[in-house]
């Protein structure tokens, strides 16, 4: 027996709208999720424990002195004596700036006082030693 149908048949098709908004959250998800997963920029030395730290805002500059004596600024090899340079030709003239100085606990003094007074002398910037949140008993 035959069947008539007398209704008109639409073609079939695939609406991907949904597929669209589906793939924009996801991206969106990453997106988000990526910005989340920056960290403080700076070499790995082993800092110093203190109790009375303070935190600060995010520091313009960051100078490394690594266990062997070497010294970073942004993670970039640099000589000691170059450092004030540097720094003054990425400010503007009056611009204040933070430079976190990020000296392993096994470093000497000395190297670090050699450091200090290299980046003193810069006019408008501010110093800050970073360290980690604990106590300062060995």
Known sequence: MRVLDNEVEEPLEINIVPMIDVIFAILAFFILS???????????VNLPNSDTAEVQQSADFAVTVEPNGDVALNQEPIDVELLQ??????????????????ADRDVAHGRVIEVMDQLRV?????????????????
Do not use: Y
Request: a negative charge; hydrophobic letters at 45%; proline letters at 7%.
């Open 85 to 102: 340079s540097a720094i003054e030709d990425e400010l503007a003239v009056g611009q204040t700036a933070l430079i976190t100085i990020q």
């Open 34 to 44: 990526t910005l989340f997963l920056t960290r403080a920029e700076g070499l790995p």
């Open 122 to 138: 810069i006019e408008g910037a501010r110093l800050g030693m970073a360290t980690q949140p604990g106590s300062t008993a060995p």
